[in-house]
C-alpha cells in the first residue's frame, strides 16, 4: 500500500489542484510569450491573441457552443453578476421580475439582493427535500413581467443536478433570458449550448482543475442576448468586460478544460466507484442521512449528515480530512446551512453535515482511511453528546423545550 | 478556525464526561443551549452534606471550544460551594481557553450551565 499524505484533500468542490500538465502550459505565457493580447503591432501580442483564441475554442468545445460566444472574466462570481445585472439591466423596460432558486450559491442570491435594492422584484423558488426544482412551481412563479431566470446546473453543496432542459424550454418559449450558473458542472456532467436553451452560462476555472482567478460567460449570439457591461474601460471582450486579457490564466483554463472533455467520462467513472463505496463504508452507522439526491447528482459529492453530532467538531476530530461542515458555525453568524435548511432538514441535522468531495487525485486507500476514521470519531462524540443520550433514552427531541440563549 | 492549546487540549482529552442519573437527591442537572443554535451542554454537579460540589460531569453537542468550555468548568466547579461556583464567570472561561470573540457565546452557555445545575439542586432542595 502506498503511504497516505495528511491531511486528504476531500474538498475539490471547494477548489481543486491545478493540473501540473495545466501549470506546465502557463509557464510560458508569464515568461517567453507575457506579450498583450490586444497590442495589434507586434509578435508579442499576436502570439499572445493566439493562445487566448486558441484557449476559447477549447472553453467553446467541452460545453459545445461557438468560441465567439465565450468571454472571459475572473471567475464565477463575476461571471454570475455580468449576467444578472447585465441582463436585469438591459431588459428592465420589459419587466422587473427575476426568478432564482433558495439553494443557488451566494455569487447569485447576493447579486439579487442588490438588484432588489435597485427596484427588481425576485422570487427566490423553495426547492423539493431531494434539492430539486419542482417544475409546477416554478411554472406558478412565472409572471408576464418575469425577465430572467437563473438556476444552476450543479449545487456546489449537495450536488444534486437540476432539469435545465425543461426550465430552458419553459424559458424559450416565453421570451425569458434564462442564466444557469454551472462553475460545479465542467467535467462532470454533459453541457451542450447546442440544444440546451440556456442564454447565458457561468464558468470557472479552479473547480476543474485550472488555476483561481479566471473564469467565463457564455452569451448566446442565436437568439442575441444583450447585457449591460459592468465593467468598463478599454472595450476587450467585445466591450461587455474591459481589462487586460490574464493571458496565461487564460492559457490554464482552456488547458484544464480540453483535458475535462478528453478524460470525463473515464474519470467520473472512478470518482463515482469511490462515492459509491464512500457511502457504503458511511451508510452503516446509525442515524446518517444523506442530503440531496443520490440518482440527480454529480458522482463527486456525499453530502451526509451525522445526527447528534455537531459539525465544526467533527471535522475537529477528523482533522486527517479536508472537508468543508454545511454548517457555518465557523463564522459568527452560527447559521447551518441555508441549503440544507432549504430542503427542510431539522435544525440537528442541518448542524451535522459534512460535505465530502472527491476528485482527480483521490484514491481507494483515502477512502478507505476516511471510513475507518469516520467511524471511530463518530461514536467518540456521540458519547459527548447530551443529545444522542436523550435520543438512545428515547426522547423525542421536537418535544424538548430548548433554554435557547 | 485555529484553536489555542487549551481547547485541544479539553477538546482531545475531556475531563469528566459523563452522566449522574438525574433523579438523585444530591445531584443538580442544567441543559442549557438548543440544537437550533448548534450547541448544547448538559452539566451535573454532585453537592456534599457540607453544600460543598464533590464530582461534576458533563455531555456537550457543539463545536470543539463548547466543548473545552463545558469539559473546563467541571474542572473548576469541583471542590467549590454552590456559590462560589455561581461566582464562575464567563470571561474567565473565555480567558483561560483563550476564546476568539465568535466563541464567546461558548463561555456564556458554560456559565449559564453552572447556573442551570446549581438551580435545579436548590429547587430539589428547597422544595421540602
Ligand atoms: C456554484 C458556484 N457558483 C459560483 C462560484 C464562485 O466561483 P469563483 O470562485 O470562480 O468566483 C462557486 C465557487 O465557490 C460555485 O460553487
Known amino acids: 500500500m502506498t503511504q497516505l499524505k495528511f491531511p486528504i484533500y476531500l474538498d475539490y468542490s471547494a477548489t481543486t489542484p491545478v493540473d501540473p500538465r495545466v501549470a506546465e502550459a502557463m509557464i510560458p505565457y508569464l515568461t517567453e510569450h507575457f506579450g498583450n493580447p490586444a497590442s495589434r503591432s507586434h509578435s508579442f501580442g499576436w502570439t499572445a491573441e493566439h493562445a487566448v483564441e486558441d484557449a476559447r475554442a477549447q472553453v467553446a468545445a467541452l460545453v459545445n457552443c461557438d468560441p465567439k460566444e465565450i468571454i472571459w472574466t475572473s471567475g464565477a462570481t463575476e461571471s454570475d453578476n455580468l449576467a444578472i445585472k447585465g441582463a436585469?439591466?438591459?431588459?428592465?423596460?420589459?419587466?422587473q421580475h427575476i426568478i432564482t432558486v433558495k439553494t443557488e450559491h451566494k455569487?447569485?442570491?447576493d447579486t439579487c439582493r442588490e438588484l432588489e435594492r435597485q427596484g427588481f422584484e425576485v422570487t427566490y423558488l423553495p426547492v423539493l427535500d431531494n434539492g430539486l426544482i419542482d417544475i409546477e412551481a416554478f411554472k406558478a412563479a412565472l409572471r408576464p413581467d418575469t425577465i430572467l431566470v437563473s438556476v444552476m446546473l450543479v449545487n456546489n453543496e449537495i450536488g444534486v443536478i437540476q432539469d435545465i432542459v425543461q426550465i430552458g424550454d419553459i424559458c424559450r418559449e416565453k421570451g425569458i433570458v434564462f442564466h444557469v450558473d454551472a462553475a460545479q458542472a465542467t467535467g462532470k456532467v454533459h453541457i451542450d449550448l447546442e440544444a440546451l436553451k440556456v442564454d447565458l452560462m457561468s464558468f470557472s476555472a479552479h473547480k476543474t482543475y485550472g488555476p483561481k482567478g479566471i473564469g467565463a460567460l457564455y452569451i448566446r449570439r442565436k437568439p442575441r442576448v444583450r447585457l449591460e457591461a459592468q465593467m468598463h474601460g478599454g472595450g476587450h471582450e467585445r466591450g461587455f468586460r474591459s481589462g487586460t486579457l490574464a493571458t496565461h490564466q487564460i492559457v490554464g483554463m482552456g488547458e484544464a478544460f480540453r483535458l475535462a472533455r478528453e478524460e470525463m467520462d473515464a474519470e467520473n467513472e472512478r470518482i463515482l466507484g469511490l462515492r459509491n463505496r464512500l457511502w457504503q463504508g458511511l451508510s452503516d452507522i446509525e442515524e446518517v442521512y444523506l442530503n440531496g439526491d443520490?440518482?440527480?447528482?454529480?458522482?463527486?459529492?456525499?453530502?451526509?449528515s451525522f445526527n447528534f453530532v455537531e459539525g465544526e467538531s467533527l471535522i475537529m476530530a477528523i482533522k486527517e480530512l479536508a472537508v468543508s461542515s454545511g454548517s457555518a458555525c465557523t463564522s459568527a453568524s452560527l447559521e447551518p446551512s441555508y441549503v440544507l435548511r432549504a430542503l427542510g432538514r431539522n435544525d440537528e441535522l442541518a448542524h451535522s453535515s459534512i460535505r465530502f468531495t472527491i476528485g482527480r487525485f483521490t484514491t481507494e486507500a483515502?477512502?478507505?482511511?476516511?471510513?475507518?476514521?469516520?467511524?471511530?470519531?463518530?461514536?467518540k462524540l456521540r458519547e459527548l453528546s447530551p443529545l444522542w443520550e436523550m435520543f438512545k433514552d428515547g426522547v423525542d427531541l421536537n418535544t424538548v423545550e430548548w433554554a435557547a440563549h | 478556525m485555529a484553536y489555542s492549546n487549551k481547547v485541544?487540549?479539553?477538546?482531545?482529552?475531556?475531563?469528566?464526561?459523563g452522566t449522574f442519573s438525574k433523579g438523585s437527591e444530591d445531584v443538580g442537572t442544567g441543559m442549557v443551549g438548543a440544537p437550533a443554535c448548534g450547541d448544547v451542554?448538559?452539566?451535573?454537579?454532585?453537592?456534599?452534606?457540607?453544600g460543598v460540589i464533590e464530582d461534576a460531569k458533563f455531555k456537550t453537542y457543539g463545536c470543539g471550544s463548547a466543548i473545552a468550555s463545558s469539559s473546563l468548568v467541571t474542572e473548576w466547579v469541583k471542590g467549590k460551594t454552590l456559590d462560589e461556583a455561581l461566582n464562575i464567570r464567563n470571561t474567565d472561561i473565555a480567558e483561560e481557553l483563550a476564546l476568539p470573540p465568535v466563541k464567546i457565546h461558548c463561555s456564556i452557555l458554560a456559565e449559564d450551565a453552572i447556573k442551570a445545575a446549581v438551580n435545579d439542586y436548590r429547587q430539589k432542595h428547597d422544595s421540602k
Open chain 2, 8 to 17: 485541544l487540549d479539553h477538546y482531545e482529552n475531556p475531563r469528566n464526561v
Open chain 1, 88 to 95: 436585469a439591466q438591459f431588459y428592465k423596460s420589459r419587466g
Open chain 1, 366 to 379: 483515502e477512502i478507505d482511511f476516511a471510513i475507518k476514521l469516520l467511524h471511530e470519531k463518530i461514536g
Open chain 1, 107 to 109: 455569487a447569485v442570491l
Open chain 1, 294 to 304: 443520490l440518482a440527480a447528482r454529480v458522482a463527486h459529492n456525499l453530502n451526509v
Open chain 2, 41 to 50: 451542554m448538559k452539566l451535573q454537579i454532585k453537592v456534599g452534606a457540607n
